[in-house]
T-cell receptor, first 115, second 113 residues
């Protein structure tokens, strides 16, 4: 597609439930990133994919968080046993290349609220 | 400790005024990027600066990267209501992974008509 697409745009879930967040990057973009934006915290790196591989998962906050990417395209971020502190906007971005001067194209994000 | 400090945190001005926002660090960055984010949307890339001392202009916006590559500024001339948004600076710290951006917390700009 023309841009990075994320779904759902909003998700309200009960504490303890599992959620899946989807990201469809720009076609042909081999690099894909997940970030989390919390109120007052700024954007925090979660995970980086190059193709279907995730060489850097260092930002995942706990083992309740996992992500996969299939076909070098769509990625899913899964949060198991959600907690209230997981409430945030989850942003996905993609880029055609990687490098210090390469800018990201972000999706509009999924706003997750855990009640 | 925030690696990239942005100031001011909030800025409210009238249409037609000029303004400057700042992005500072004690660390050297390979490059710095500026994004603008509107409510309910993801950040949109405005510019990337790579060379120390570099100045880039994008219409009414002027971006500068410090000589030591530790700081950057964004100057807007004759601000318009459409400039309203959260301005974020980001970059990969020098010596770190070049794909992983560190973000500042942003400057929330409101331009009143």
């Amino acid at each position: 597609g023309a841009g990075v697409s994320q779904s759902p745009s909003n998700k309200v879930t009960e504490k303890g439930k599992d959620v899946e967040l989807r990201c469809d990057p720009i076609s042909g973009h081999t690099a894909l990133y997940w970030y989390r934006q919390s109120l007052g915290q700024g954007l925090e790196f979660l995970i980086y994919f190059q193709g279907n591989s995730a060489p850097d998962k260092s930002g995942l906050p706990s083992d309740r968080f996992s992500a996969e990417r299939t076909g070098g395209s769509v990625s899913t971020l899964t949060i198991q046993r959600t907690q209230q502190e997981d409430s945030a906007v989850y942003l996905c971005a993609s880029s055609a290349l990687t490098g210090s001067a390469v800018g990201y194209t972000f999706g509009s994000g999924t706003r997750l609220t855990v009640v | 400790t925030q690696l990239l400090e942005q100031s001011p945190q909030f800025l409210s001005i009238q249409e037609g005024e000029n303004l400057t926002v700042y992005c500072n660090s004690s660390s050297v960055f390979s490059s710095l990027q500026w994004y603008r984010q509107e409510p309910g949307e993801g950040p949109v890339l405005l510019v990337t600066v790579v060379t120390g001392g570099e100045v880039k202009k994008l219409k009414r916006l002027t971006f500068q990267f410090g000589d030591a590559r530790k700081d950057s500024s964004l100057h807007i001339t004759a601000a318009q209501p459409g400039d309203t948004g959260l301005y974020l600076c980001a970059g990969p710290p020098s010596g770190g992974s070049n794909y992983k951006l560190t973000f500042g917390k942003g400057t929330l700009l409101t331009v009143n008509p």
